[in-house]
């Protein structure tokens, strides 16, 4: 028996209609997602906010590379959107921005509380959920509202 591994579809073909309840639904789920690795939680009277990315990253070696999973989780969902390739791009940049300078010790600790890149690509697939909406919104004619019509 032979298995058949699942290939990503091309971008064109990704982008397959989503309904706008399927979108709510992945869109507030990728961002909580987003919020507990870069902002779950706050620092009391300072206001300042981390997540768990922050705290595995001071695991050595293993916490870096576990954020930087975890991060790769909303390029795939990206994917499976069908965001173009510059936005997974940019995305991927964040990621590698965030592992890079967060895998040096002490200052990639800190650095990984004031760089929130989760949060970075959340606002770039927004904008990539927006155009997906827009793109499948219905045209309603304005003579239906138009109360002079009538």
Do not use: Q, W
């Amino acid at each position: 028996m032979v298995a058949n591994p699942e290939i990503l579809a091309p971008y064109a073909e990704a982008s397959r209609g989503f309904s706008s309840a399927e979108l709510d639904r992945l869109e507030r789920r990728l961002d909580r997602i987003a919020t507990a690795l870069d902002s779950a939680f706050r620092v009391p009277g300072i206001g300042i906010r981390f997540g768990a990315d922050a705290l595995l990253g001071l695991i050595p070696g293993f916490g870096d590379v576990a954020g930087v999973v975890l991060s790769a989780y909303l390029v795939l969902e990206a994917r499976r959107l069908g965001a173009p390739p510059e936005m997974l791009s940019r995305m991927v940049g964040n990621i590698a921005v965030d592992a890079a300078i967060g895998a040096v010790p002490l200052l990639g600790d800190a650095f990984d509380v004031y760089f929130k890149a989760n949060k970075r690509n959340m606002a770039l697939l927004r904008t990539h959920i927006a155009d997906l909406r827009s793109r499948d919104a219905k045209v309603v004619s304005a003579a239906r509202f138009d109360r002079s019509a009538r």
